[in-house]
């Protein structure tokens, strides 16, 4: 197209319509906007560049005694999807989005009866820097709740976004409303757990009717299965624990802090790092004077854990120091972030990693990565899971009854995910209580052990 | 300013009063189109009324805003903060889940979401003096850093002070207006799902803040702060009190922000210190900037533009683009995600409304003629003209620090 | 608890560093703000964009850590200059486009028109390169990045490490400082950049094209955050399209503490902050239990806020037009 319009510019330079300085301010705008289209055309991900064909193993995928139904004949219902798409985010939001897509295509968008209708909205807003907006995330769950045609809301990926529609989708009319999340790990959301707030989780349930479920186990798993793997098999004594200042990020540090403790393990610090600073090397040299056998770091990758690592790799060497982080940190984007200091590197994971996955778990894995290109979002498996069990529940109801759905969700129980075979218990949270003990070795996530958080005392 | 006699009709008395009347119809015509957005947005079956709650929260705060930047003259880069204040101070007083509320400190009466909101209010001003008195004598953009580091603190402040803010994870459970009981057995509930009823108290707020700014800058105070935004040495020696009229700007300002953060709080009934950062300062600055400083009115629509494209339109439009994409069978539209383009549109939105049209699309009458630019692309001897015939044009002494 | 003296010492010499990072960039700043008194909000996005360019540049060159010592020094030279070009370019179309069109603008005009252009240029940064953060080419092997050149060069036996990269940041920086105050005292174009700065219409009658020489600033200011952002790439060993917010705010206290429009003051408002910085991050929690590094912006923005309200003019007195 550039060269098209360069091409035009020489003509009217030789037919001399414009004068030569005309002429390189246009060719140069003309440079120019095309190199800025390029760039823009790089970023646009590879997705949707393949409509996967429906893949035979698939359906293998989820509770294999209920039959799946591809006629539409009943009409339309819709799956809404929520959480942040652009800014920091834009990745991960997006594999979760592909993920998500390509369960509902490998049912061939379709299921009881009904053809599924897929929207993916962003709570995020720019006024927030493309990060989550309370009042997006109400407007979304309001509208979802409003919508007759919507059967099933799969979101939030911030907990805190959560606990503005779990009550909202939970007083909808006729019943609750079927929330299904793939990222929420606070405990809070859904039962009891030390570091509550006043009311939780029943606040969020102000109809007592729980409507609300998630696939991915919560942070009161990872951060005591970390710690005792710490303490009891590794031998380490002393922690320093840092987190991002975040619902997540503190979650799983005060987890695992108290848990060290518990088990009888010293807290030499317990802090915030700022995500917005360019550098750690003061911090990590103040924190190298204490001495600590391990750090542990609750965070996401987009708030800067790499760097982290990075500068506390610097000064504190992996023969000597330890570093355990959780499952915010098992991604691609987080090894790059932090480059050679990856290496060594403890991540633990609620169930096995992508890479880890046998059977079906393998071969979606595989797809996956060939569809994005790169690494998928460890929690990409997740929105895979989290559509199949709202595509099963359809398939077992056929009929759009938001109540009957939300039931069915419920009582989902033998189903053969990505991850394992798990059911949903009452609080809706998962069954697997499989925590994955991974290392970064050259560049990839190595599987090393399967480790469990000790017995609440 | 002095009255003119009302019997004098002069041509210029002529021009306001139809420039009044003309500003009632808009009002009037803008009230009725209002009150039927949600009967055309169920008949229709949108389903958006939810949008336009936080849409007009965010317009209260534009309001509020442009009394601190427009009427006054004074750029405040941390309006946020007052924002987090009015819903802090909502939650703390409210929330079972607050320390306060924990430890008996707040009486039964405070308890309640409507003298929150009032001590909300009251508290966001307190700050905007406290935050002023020492930096009003600051120049222009000196003073533009100091609010966007107090902007920067006061979020940084409720994240990290968890003993008493409870830290990332907020305060929830704040309390909501209660049941309004109506005769005949039925009342106005403002629970989750009664979108209509937040949307009447959002458009009653917003109207009453739109009626009360009216009238303040119709009085003697509003001519002060024009007279400052002029000319500071000028107003001064008229006997305008600088640092009093100044102040008043930023607590009117704050209180507004305030207003609009606990009427917020009270909707989401969860606070978290991440959800404010500087970037929506600029936003909210954007709004009146892209409305026309120091128009009311403009700023009201500036707010809708900007809120609506960044909550709506930006999800919206993406339809119509990916169809036209195509068409024309080009892969980058018909695979662009417009959302991923917000901060490039609200960045080209500032840069290109302060090239070619400084007053907004607005312009307040005023300001316009204060906004243009008056020499662009000078070379050395144009320059040397205009310095011939422009001796008498000498930046004003208001302008000197 | 005692006074750690090692512990302070390293962390002064990585305050140092950081130091004579956040000079560099608010020498950028100082020299805009010196002549059109302007906050050029969008100075740390072309410290971003410096930083940006420079692993593209290295990527085009294709030298990796493999290479011969020669070819990486070379590629380096090559990316700084490029950044410089690169950066100064930036800076000197949004000067041309935007703010040129607002000289007689009232003051909040061109502010806004320069946060308009941080968020277009962020933007800009994440259609180049994602939004998560990026690790450069790895073309300076860790070995050679972290050697301690006080014990390896000069044989001192002790426990203070001075990192060959640290070393290099100041290393750098020291002579850019230099060129650019014998460019702006002894250079005509710095005589006119000088009186430009004074008077702009007297300037003008004296025959400086005043345009010109407010372009030149532009150019020369973004070439610094340039140079700026190729060496944070290779201090950091990362980057991301947010770095240059937070450098940015850094070094704007770092120009209105030395006292703006004043080049040493700039220098030493940075190293000041980063001084601080590195000790509110480090050395702090040594004596206050719950100190943490989150408060650090905190300190840092409540020292601006401190300087701009009981020392508007900085330490070292501001040097601004005076028909301010």
């Known amino acids: ?457 | 300013m002095v009255s003119t006699p009302a019997a004098s009709t002069t041509w210029e008395d002529d021009a306001d009063q139809r420039q009044a009347w003309r500003e009632r119809l808009w009002l009037i015509l803008g009230i009725i189109a209002l009150a039927l957005v949600p009967f055309v947005d169920s008949a229709l079956g949108i389903n958006r009324l939810g949008s336009w709650i936080p849409i007009f929260v965010f317009i209260i705060l534009a309001m509020g805003l442009n009394i601190v930047v427009g009427y006054a003259g004074l750029l405040d880069l941390g309006y946020v903060a007052f924002f987090v204040i009015g819903a802090y101070s909502c939650a703390f007083l409210t929330s079972p889940s607050s320390v306060f509320v924990q430890n008996g400190w707040i009486p039964e009466f405070f308890q309640g979401f409507w003298p929150a909101m009032a001590v909300g209010w009251v508290l966001a001003a307190v700050f905007g003096v406290l935050i002023g008195a020492p930096t009003l004598r600051l120049r222009g953009d000196y003073l533009a850093i100091v609010t966007l580091g107090f902007g920067e603190i006061v979020p940084d402040f409720f994240i990290n002070a968890a003993a008493i803010t409870g830290g990332p994870n907020g305060i929830g459970q704040i309390a909501r207006p209660p049941s309004i009981p109506l005769p005949g057995g039925n009342s106005i509930n403002f629970s989750s799902g009664d979108l209509d009823n937040w949307y009447w108290l959002v458009v009653a707020v917003g109207v009453l803040s739109l009626f009360i700014i009216n009238r303040v800058y119709k009085s003697r105070l509003g001519r002060a702060w024009q007279a400052v935004r002029e000319d500071e040495v000028a107003a001064s020696s008229m006997g305008v009190n600088l640092v009093r009229t100044k102040l008043w700007a930023f607590a009117l300002g704050a209180s507004f922000s305030g207003f609009a953060g606990s009427i917020y709080g009270g909707y989401i009934t969860v606070v978290y210190p991440d959800q404010v950062q500087f970037s929506t300062s600029i936003i909210i600055l954007a709004m009146v900037i892209l409305g026309g400083l120091g128009n009311i009115y403009g700023v009201i629509i500036g707010g809708f533009l900007i809120q609506s494209f960044d909550r709506v339109l930006a999800d919206e439009l993406n339809a119509p683009l990916h169809w036209i994409g195509d068409r024309l069978n080009l892969d980058f539209l018909r695979e662009h995600d417009l959302q991923s383009d917000r901060f490039l549109i609200f960045g080209l939105a500032l840069v290109l409304m302060m090239v070619l049209r400084p007053g907004g699309l607005f312009p307040s009458r005023q300001r316009a003629a204060e906004m243009r630019p008056e020499d662009q692309d000078i070379t050395v001897q144009e320059q040397q003209e205009m310095y011939d015939v422009r001796q008498d044009d000498e930046p004003s002494a208001g302008e000197r620090a | 608890m005692d006074f750690n003296l090692d512990l302070f010492l390293q962390i002064l010499i990585i305050g140092i560093t950081y130091g004579a990072m956040i000079a560099l960039i608010a020498l950028g700043y100082t020299l805009v703000y010196g002549i059109v008194e302007l906050i050029n909000f969008a100075h740390g996005e072309v410290f971003m964009m410096g930083a940006f360019f420079t692993m593209q540049v290295v990527l085009w060159v294709g030298v990796t850590s493999e290479s011969a010592t020669v070819a990486v020094v070379g590629a380096l030279a090559l990316a700084l200059l490029a950044a410089m070009a690169f950066s100064g370019g930036i800076n000197y179309f949004i000067d041309r486009v935007a703010y040129r069109r607002l000289r007689n603008a009232p003051r909040l005009a061109p502010l806004i028109a320069a946060i308009g252009f941080s968020f277009i240029l962020q933007n800009i940064a994440i259609y180049w390169r994602g939004s998560n953060p990026v690790t450069p080419e790895a073309v300076i092997p860790l070995e050679i990045r972290s050697l301690n050149i006080l014990t390896a060069w000069f044989g001192l036996d002790t426990n203070l490490r001075v990192r060959l990269i640290d070393f290099l940041v100041v290393l750098v920086t020291i002579p850019i400082l230099i060129g650019l105050s014998w460019f702006v005292y002894r250079t005509r174009t710095g005589a006119a950049m000088r009186a430009t700065a004074q008077d702009r219409e007297a300037a003008a009658l004296m025959g400086i094209d005043v345009n010109r020489t407010i372009g030149t600033a532009f150019l020369i200011g973004g070439a610094l955050a340039g140079a700026a952002g190729m060496i944070a790439v290779y201090y950091l060993n990362s980057a991301r399209f947010q770095m240059g917010f937070q450098y940015g705010l850094f070094a704007f206290t770092a120009a209105v503490l030395g006292g703006i429009g004043n080049l040493s003051g700039a220098v030493l408002g940075g190293f000041l902050i980063g001084i601080i910085w590195a000790m509110s991050d480090g050395f702090i929690r040594q004596f206050i239990p719950e100190w943490g590094a989150q408060w650090t912006p905190t300190v840092i923005f409540g020292l601006l806020i401190l300087v701009l309200v009981f020392r508007p003019s900085g330490l070292l007195g501001e040097q601004v037009p005076d028909r301010a």
Do not use: C
Not at chain 1, 330 to 337: P, R, V
């Open chain 1, 1 to 457: 197209m550039a060269q098209d319009r360069i091409g035009t510019l020489i003509a009217q330079l030789h037919r001399q319509n414009i004068d030569r300085r005309e002429f390189a301010q246009r060719a140069g705008a003309i440079g120019l906007s095309a190199t800025l289209i390029g760039q823009v055309l790089r970023a646009v991900p590879a997705a949707a560049q393949d409509a996967t064909p429906e893949a035979d193993g698939a359906m293998s995928i989820g509770n294999p005694d209920i039959e799946h139904i591809t006629e539409t004949e009943l009409g339309m219902v819709k799956f809404i999807s929520s959480w942040p798409l652009t800014g920091a985010s834009e990745q991960l939001g997006g594999d979760m989005v592909a993920s998500l897509q390509m369960a509902l295509d490998d049912f061939g968008n379709a299921a009881g009866g009904f053809a599924i209708e897929y929207t993916a909205m962003d709570d995020g807003i720019a006024a927030n820097n493309g990060s989550w907006d309370a009042a997006r995330e109400a407007e979304i769950a309001t509208s979802v709740v409003n919508d007759p045609d919507a059967m099933v809301y799969i979101a939030t990926y911030n907990s805190g976004a959560a606990a503005v529609s779990i009550p909202i989708l939970n007083q909808a009319d006729p019943g609750p409303m079927a929330m299904i999340s793939p990222a929420n790990t606070y405990p809070g959301l859904t039962k009891d757990s030390p570091n509550n707030e006043e009311g939780e989780p029943d606040r969020y349930y102000p109809t007592g009717v729980r409507n609300y479920m998630r696939v991915v186990p919560a942070d009161d798993l990872q951060g005591p299965a970390a710690a005792a793997w710490a303490v009891e098999n590794a031998g380490l004594s002393s922690a320093y624990v840092l987190h991002d200042n975040q619902l997540y990020g503190r979650g799983v540090a005060v987890a695992f802090r108290d848990t060290f403790e518990d088990l009888g393990g010293a807290i030499a610090g317990f802090e915030a790092f700022d995500q917005n600073a360019p550098d750690y090397l003061a911090l990590m040299t103040s924190i190298a004077s204490s001495a600590p056998d391990v750090i542990y770091v609750g965070a996401i990758t987009n708030l800067n854990p790499g760097k982290l690592l990075q500068d506390m790799r610097s000064v504190m060497p992996a023969s000597e120091v330890t570093f355990i982080g959780p499952d915010g940190l098992i991604n691609q984007a987080f090894i790059d972030g932090a480059g050679e200091a990856a290496q060594d590197a403890y991540v633990t994971f609620a169930g096995l990693p992508p890479n880890a996955l046998q059977g079906a778990g393998a071969e979606w894995y595989a797809r996956i990565r060939e569809l994005l290109g790169h690494e998928p979002d460890a929690y990409a498996v997740y929105a895979y899971e989290a559509a199949v069990v709202a595509i099963q529940a359809l398939d077992q109801v056929q009929d759009n009854d938001r109540v009957a759905i939300l039931e069915a969700m419920f009582s989902t129980t033998n189903f053969a995910g990505l991850l394992g075979t798990w059911e949903f218990l009452e609080t809706g949270d998962t069954s697997l209580t499989t925590v994955s003990l991974n290392q970064i070795q050259d560049g990839g996530i190595v599987f090393l052990e399967e480790i469990a958080a000790p017995p609440v005392a």
